[in-house]
C-alpha cells in the first residue's frame, strides 16, 4: 500500500481531509444511535461499530474516500436475532458474516459486482436516497408512552425545519465564497451556534441518547459452541454478509464514478470481512459503507484514506472526551446535511430519460427503486439484475434467425445469426422444415453463438429429425468444443479447423465431460 493514498503531500489537502473527516464523524453520531436502536441494541454497541468498521476498512479498504459503520440495511437483520437470542448471539453473528466476507475476497468474489446493470445502478442510487430522506423524517417523531411514534408538536418542527434550511443554506452558498472549509461542517458550526445563541427549544443529539463511554474491550460473545448455535447464526451471518457487501460495492462503484478513478473489490470485501470479525470481538454490532457519509466526504474533497481515519478517531474522541459538547448539536442541523446528500445522491437525469431509454430500462429503475424503501437494497439488486437478465434474454431469443444463401430442388443452406441458448432454442426450431427441406441441407453457425447445454440438445434433436426423413445434413462452423459435445449430430460436423469460431459451452461437465479437464 502507498503512503500516497493515505496522506497528501499538500498541506490544503491534509486540512481538507481533517475537517471532512470531523464533518463526517459528527453526522455518523445520530445514525449510529438511531441503528442501534433499530437493531434493539444499547447505542454504543453502534458507536463502536462505526468506529472500528470505519478504521479498519479505511486503513486497509479498496476504496480510499469511502465510509464505513453501522447501516440500517444490516440492523433491520438484526433486529429480530437480538429479539430472540439476545446481544451475544449478535457479535457471534458479526464474527462469522465477517468471515464469510473475508472468503469472498479471497475467492475473488467482489468481481461480480459488474454483472449489474446501470439501470440497477441507477435505481439503486434512487433508492438509497429516498431511504436516506425518509430516515431523517424519523427525527421529527417521538415515542409516546405506549411505544408508538407520534409527529413532535407543530412549533417544534418548524423550528427543526428552520434549523435544517439554516444549515442547507450555509451548504450552498459558503462554496461560492470559498473553498477552504468544507461546507457541511460549516453548516453544522453555524446551526448550533444559532441554537445556543438564540436560545430556541429543539432537538440535540443528547436527546436521543447520552454517547459517553470507554474504550472498546475485548470480550469473547458467550455462547454455547453447539451446531444449535450454528443453525440459529449462520442464516443470518449470510444474510448480513450478502448485503454488506453488495452495499459496500455498489458504493465503491458510485464513488469510483463520482471521482474518475477505481477501487479494488475483493481488497474492499477483505477489509469489510476483517472490520466485523473485530467489532464482533469488541462489542460492535457491525457495518458496512454507507452511501450518505461517504457522499458527505466526498462532496467536501476528501480523496485519501487520512478522510475516514480522522472520521473514526474523531469518532472515538467524541465518545472518550467530548460527548457533552457533541450532545449539544441540534438534531436538525444533522438533518440537513443528509438533506444535502439527499439532493446530491438522487440521479435527477434519470426522471429526465425515461422517455428515452428502452422501456425495460425505465422500469427496471423505477423496480429497484421500490423496492429498496420496501424491502432492503440486496433484494433490490438481486430483483434488479434477475429482470435485466430476463430481459436480455428475452430480447436475445428474439433476434435468432436464418438467411437462406443457396436454395435448389436438392440443397439447401441456412446461415444461422444470433445467439443459440435456453431461451432461444424454441425460435431456432420453428426456422427448419425437416419433412419439407431437400435432401441435403447445410446450416452455417459461423454467424451465431452456442452457449449452453440446451442449445446442444436442440441441435442434436434437429439433427435427428433430419436424419427420420433420409436428409443429409451438413454443420458447419462449430467450434470444437461444440464439436465435442454433440451427441447424436457430432459426425455431421464439417471439418474446417482454419475458420471455425473458438469458445466455449457452457453445459454441464457431468454430461459432457471435455478432453482437457482434470478431475
Known amino acids: 500500500m502507498s503512503l500516497s493514498s493515505y496522506i497528501p503531500r499538500d498541506p490544503r489537502a491534509i486540512k481538507t481531509e481533517v475537517l471532512s473527516g470531523l464533518t463526517v464523524a459528527l453526522a455518523l453520531v445520530p445514525e449510529a444511535v438511531a441503528f442501534a436502536f433499530i437493531a434493539g441494541v444499547e447505542p454504543l454497541v453502534g458507536l463502536y461499530a462505526a ?39 449478535l457479535f457471534t453473528t458479526v464474527v462469522l458474516m465477517g468471515i464469510f466476507q473475508m ?36 427525527q421529527f417523531k417521538t415515542v409516546m408512552p405506549d411505544g408508538s411514534l407520534s409527529w413532535l408538536p407543530v412549533p417544534q418542527i418548524i423550528i427543526m425545519l428552520g434549523v435544517a434550511a439554516l444549515t442547507m443554506l450555509t451548504i450552498v452558498v459558503l462554496p461560492r465564497l470559498t473553498k477552504a472549509f468544507p461546507a457541511p461542517l460549516a453548516g453544522i458550526l453555524v446551526a448550533t451556534a444559532a441554537v445556543i445563541f438564540t436560545g430556541l427549544e429543539t432537538r440535540t443529539v443528547g436527546d436521543l441518547a447520552h454517547i459517553a463511554g470507554g474504550f472498546p474491550s475485548f470480550h469473547i460473545p458467550s455462547v454455547p459452541i453447539t451446531f444449535e448455535t450454528l443453525r440459529i447464526i449462520v442464516p443470518y451471518a449470510l444474510v448480513l454478509a450478502a448485503i454488506g457487501l453488495i452495499e459496500s460495492l455498489l458504493t465503491l462503484t458510485l464513488i469510483d464514478e463520482l471521482t474518475d478513478t477505481r ?20 462489542g460492535g454490532m457491525g457495518g458496512c459503507a454507507m452511501i450518505g457519509q461517504s457522499m458527505i466526504n466526498i462532496n467536501s474533497g476528501a480523496r485519501y484514506r487520512l478522510s475516514g481515519i480522522c472520521a473514526a478517531l474523531f469518532l472515538l474522541c467524541f465518545i472518550l472526551f467530548a460527548s457533552q459538547w457533541i450532545e449539544m448539536i441540534p438534531v436538525a442541523a444533522l438533518v440537513g446535511v443528509m438533506f444535502i446528500v439527499v439532493i446530491a445522491t438522487f440521479e435527477w437525469s434519470s426522471l429526465r430519460i425515461m422517455g428515452k431509454i428502452p422501456r425495460a430500462d425505465a422500469f427496471v429503475i423505477v423496480l429497484v427503486s421500490g423496492v429498496t424503501v420496501v424491502t432492503d437494497l440486496a433484494i433490490a439488486v438481486v430483483v434488479g439484475v434477475i429482470v435485466s437478465a430476463l430481459v436480455f434474454a428475452w430480447q436475445s431469443a428474439r433476434h435468432v434467425y436464418t438467411d437462406v444463401v443457396e436454395e435448389t430442388e436438392t440443397k439447401k443452406v441456412y446461415v444461422l445469426h444470433g445467439q443459440l441458448f435456453f431461451a432461444s432454442i424454441s425460435t431456432f426450431r420453428d426456422l ?13 453457425f459461423r454467424h451465431s453463438r452456442v452457449w449452453d447445454h440446451s442449445a446442444l440438445e436442440a441441435i442434436d434433436a434437429l439433427a435427428e429429425k433430419y436424419m427420420q426423413n433420409g436428409t443429409q445434413l451438413h454443420l458447419l462452423h462449430l467450434s470444437p468444443d461444440c464439436k465435442r459435445l454433440l451427441q447424436k449430430a457430432g459426425h455431421l460436423v464439417e471439418p474446417d479447423d482454419d475458420s471455425d469460431p473458438h469458445y466455449r459451452v457452457v453445459v454441464d461437465y457431468k454430461d459432457h465431460p471435455p478432453s482437457n479437464v482434470v478431475e
Open 432 to 444: 427448419f422444415s425437416p419433412k419439407e427441406d431437400p435432401k441435403d441441407v447445410v446450416i452455417d
Open 103 to 138: 472468503l469472498a475476497g479471497a475467492f475473488r468474489l467482489g468481481k461480480f459486482i459488474r454483472m449489474v446493470p446501470y439501470p440497477v445502478m441507477l435505481g439503486f442510487v434512487n433508492g438509497l436516497a429516498i431511504v436516506i430522506f425518509l430516515s431523517q423524517l424519523g
Open 263 to 282: 477501487g479494488r473489490n475483493s481488497r474492499e470485501c477483505l477489509a469489510q470481512g476483517a472490520a466485523n470479525v473485530l467489532t464482533g470481538f469488541f
Open 51 to 89: 468506529f472500528l468498521v470505519g478504521l479498519v476498512t479505511s486503513v486497509f479498504g479498496g476504496r480510499p474516500g469511502m465510509i464505513s459503520g453501522a447501516t440500517g440495511a444490516l440492523a433491520v437483520v438484526m433486529v429480530s436475532l437480538v429479539a430472540q437470542h439476545g446481544v451475544e448471539y
